[in-house]
Structures are given as C-alpha cells and as structure tokens.
C-alpha cells in the first residue's frame, strides 16, 4: 500500500476511499490481505454485475487459454470473435426486435463514445452534440466535452467545444419539461443554438447522480430528434447489460437509439470490453476510419458469450433482478425515512440505487463507516452527495440483506456517534 502510494500517480482515486490492499475476489465479496470480506456493492463501477470470478466464465477462459485460443488478434477474424457476433445477434438483439451492425472500438467505454460522436458526426455532416446536465461520458477529449461535471472537465487543459448541455429529465424541477426548452430552442432561429448531429444520454445517469429518465420523457426526446433529423446515442455503458432489469437500459420505454455504446459488464468478467452498436444505413465508415490496437478483446468474447448464454437466453434473469429490485428499493426508502432530516431522496432502478444525502460530508461519512462495517459503496452526483449502490445483479436475497444491514447500521452509527441530527439541521438550513 505503501508502495502503490509513492510510485503510483496521484491520479490515483478509488484506492485512497478504500485504503486496504485486496489479495482476493469471489462473487460479491472482495477480500484483502488480512482476511477481512467486504461485500462488493461498487462492483467494478458497474463492470462486474455477474459477480467476481464467476465460476461460469472463468472456466470457460481457463479452456481457452489452455487450448492455445488466440489472445490478440488486432481485428483479424477469429472463432472467439464470430461465436460471440452469432450469440449476441441471436440472443440479445433478435429477440428485441433490434437491428444493428455491431463495432468494436478500443477497450475502454470512452473509445467507444468517441467512435459514436464520430460516425454521427461523420453521417450528418453537422458538428454540433447535446449532451445533458449531470451526464457522464468518459475523459477523453471528445467524451469529456460531453460530460457535465467540472472537475472531470477541468483536466482537458483545452477548451471543450461542440457540445451544447441541455437540462436533463427533471433538472428544473418536476413542472418544467425541459423537453419543451429543448424544442423550443430548435424551433427558434435566433435561439443560437446549432442544429446538432445527435444528442447523447444515459437513461439513468449513473456518475452523475442517479438520476431516472422517464418512459414520457425519452418518448418526447425522440420525437423531438425524429422531428429535426437528429440521432440519438443511448450510452449504455454502465446501466446495459441488466443494471435497470432489461438487457439494455431503454426496453420498454418507447424508444429506439440510433447507436448505442455497450462497455463495464459486458465481457462479464471485468475484462477491457467495448462495443457500439450502429443502425445499419449509419455505418458509413471507411475500413480503419476508426481503429485501435485492442479492437475486440478475444477472451472477452469468450466471457461474453458465456455470460449471454448463462443469463440472457431466457427471461428468468430478469425476474430475479426484478425481485431483487423490489428488495433493494423498499428497504432503501424504509432506511432513509429514518434519517434525520427530510430532503433525502431514494433514487433509481433495476439495480441501481442511490440515497441523495444532500450533503457530500454525509454521503462521503456513510461510504467511510459502511468500509469500516465491511461493505464497498461509491458516492456519486455533482458534489459527490449520493450513495451509490450496485449490487451483483446475481447476489443472492440473503446477500443483499446482509449489506443493506451494514449500511442501516452504519448510518445509525454515524446519527448516534455525531448527534448528527442538530448538525445537520444547521448545515441545511445554512445552504
Ligand atoms: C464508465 C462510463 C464511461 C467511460 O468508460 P471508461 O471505460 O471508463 O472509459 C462512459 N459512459 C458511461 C455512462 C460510463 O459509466
């Protein structure tokens, strides 16, 4: 730890939330060099909803490597690459109903919104993105131009152009449709905003706060896209792949993205992953437009294959997500009513949650006191003031309780040890 903290970049983060060497992982918990098991509600930030060291998947790479499998192949053809491109349209897009021409872009979820920026750009000869308060995108240049939060905008060291911020489901409230501004501003001619190439959303905004999209909401966005020929990028990096309870985050709300952006869960395994996924007329690009020397990561398509056919070729999975949602919420909104003050908000879907603490000092004090308890949260939101959990979308309902438990105990531990109650009531009051 020691070393990792002098030869390591200060870039470093997680790791200073968190400060224990892990020696271990299994399912939901990650354990480290001293034996001591935390429940894993952080998951990788979303990359590992099936668990650590699925047993499933890793069988199935131990195979592979033994057979010689290829391990990199740039974007040669290989069996591994064509078995998972077969699995995937199979299972995942035909039974939606889906039709997209799928491209690998490098490992990283911001590579493969910078290939979807691109190709909108590229097809619609406009320059211009929405993007939407509180979205997160990926740091580098042209993902970061459309993610909102300032501190990750504030390490370009250039000035982030061609995207314009449109306020998000709710921003303003709920008796602002911040559809009808969106309109109305591309309605106007002298609203001085551009006629974009496409606008670029999370469903339910993951770094940015957990913040829901409505079914209406989205509706009304693609009629408004449809309406001026504008595309839509759904980025689906951290809520695909099951987070919200569907395969892909925006079944069942009335909408259907142009392209959308698959990273953090699916290889399943936690390995480096990325995949856009294009309407066909879309795919307008010239052979290596957009290449990378880690286009398609073979043992990655053999863990994504496997995690398809073990989770997806059924609809059984999404029932256990759905009982598990149902957990989650309840007991969430039940915690949270015993909070001190009122202003807390229980946030999400699917499996994805988050309590608004208000505070960033509150939900930073909570994510601290559940480590000590043996349970790993993240905060997320524009000060950092969520708790964020993302439990394995397989951990069993026992598992669940027992790190719901850890974080009712521990926030009660913070109430009782900081007479937390007058505290805060100050604090609120002075904001
Ligand atoms: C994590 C994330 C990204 C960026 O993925 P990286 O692999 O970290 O580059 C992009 N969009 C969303 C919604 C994400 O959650």
Not at 80 to 97: A, G, H, T, V, W
Not at 282 to 296: A, V
Not at 317 to 330: G, P, R, T, V
């Amino acid at each position: 730890m020691k070393q990792i903290n002098s030869l390591e970049s200060e870039v470093r983060s997680y790791c200073r939330a968190y400060p224990v060497m892990f020696e271990k992982a299994k399912g939901p918990y990650l354990i480290d060099n001293d034996g001591k098991m935390y429940l894993d509600f952080l998951c990788g930030a979303g990359s590992l909803n099936y668990g650590h060291n699925n047993p499933v998947l890793k069988n199935k790479i131990i195979e592979y490597l033994n057979q010689d499998g290829i391990i990199h192949s740039l974007d040669l053809a290989t069996e591994s690459k064509e078995d998972f491109l077969k699995s995937f349209s199979k299972n995942i897009l035909s039974p939606r109903n889906l039709n997209y021409k799928a491209q690998f872009t490098g490992p990283t979820g911001t590579n493969a919104v910078e290939a979807a920026l691109k190709i909108a750009r590229k097809v619609t000869g406009r320059t211009k993105i929405i993007s939407f308060t509180n979205g997160f995108h990926g740091v580098t240049l042209g993902a970061v131009a459309a993610t909102g939060n300032s501190h990750h905008r504030g390490g370009a060291g250039v000035s982030l152009n061609e995207v314009v911020f449109m306020p998000y489901d709710g921003y303003m409230g709920n008796k602002v449709s911040t559809i009808d501004y969106f309109r109305r501003l591309l309605e106007d001619n002298s609203s001085g905003v551009d006629l974009p190439a496409a606008v670029i959303l999370e469903t339910v905004q993951g770094e940015g706060g957990i913040n829901v999209a409505s079914s209406k909401w989205l509706q009304s966005l693609q009629e408004v896209c449809q309406e001026f020929g504008i595309l839509i990028i759904v980025d689906d990096i951290q809520v695909g792949c099951g987070r919200t309870g569907s395969f892909f985050s925006f079944e069942g709300m009335g909408i259907e993205p142009d392209i959308v952006t698959l990273s953090k869960s699916l290889s399943g395994f936690g390995l480096p992953f990325s995949l856009l996924l294009l309407k066909p007329e879309l795919d307008q690009w010239k052979p290596g437009e957009h290449n990378g020397t880690f286009r398609g990561n073979n043992m990655a398509f053999v863990t994504a294959k496997a995690a398809i056919e073990q989770y997806w070729t059924t609809y059984e999975f999404e029932k256990h997500i759905a009982l598990k949602s149902n957990i989650l919420k309840s007991r969430l909104e039940e915690i949270s009513s015993k909070f001190p003050i009122s202003d807390i908000q229980v946030r999400g879907k699917g499996m994805i949650y988050g309590i608004d603490c208000i505070l960033e000092n509150l939900a930073s004090e909570i994510r601290q006191k559940c480590f000590e308890n043996g349970l790993i949260l993240e905060t997320c939101g524009s000060d950092d003031q969520v708790v964020k959990l993302l439990p394995p979308l397989n951990i069993s309902e026992n598992k669940l309780h027992k790190g719901l438990n850890i974080l009712e105990k521990s926030i009660a531990e913070i109430v009782q040890e900081s007479n937390f109650d007058k505290k805060l009531t100050a604090e609120v009051v002075q904001n």
